[in-house]
């Protein structure tokens, strides 16, 4: 899966057993959002690539192969665009 924007930094914790909720089998291959504290979530909870915004990922992608091929054919694409204010944690 690659995410692009994290919305609420929800998705971070889709492989981890919540309360009544199972875990989901899936892989978070990349990610992109310029909140810092939703970059840190992620990066906690999953091994993805991550990007402060689509031109950094981008640019990533065109200079180096080997990303490139990674991030190819992904199952999900998920993509949020919320307006929000993340808040202290």
């Not at 991550?50 to 031109?55: A, I, P, V």
């Amino acid at each position: 899966m690659i995410l692009n924007c994290h919305g609420l930094g929800t998705e971070a914790l889709f492989t981890k057993k919540i309360g009544d909720l199972e875990p989901l089998d899936i892989k978070i291959i990349a990610c992109c959002d310029k909140d810092p504290k939703l970059r840190r979530l992620l990066k906690k909870h999953s091994t993805a690539k991550s990007f402060g915004d689509m031109r950094d990922l981008v640019n990533a992608v065109l200079q180096d192969p080997n990303l490139k091929e990674h991030l190819m054919s992904p199952d999900i694409l998920f993509t949020t665009a919320l307006p929000r204010q993340v808040g202290s944690a």
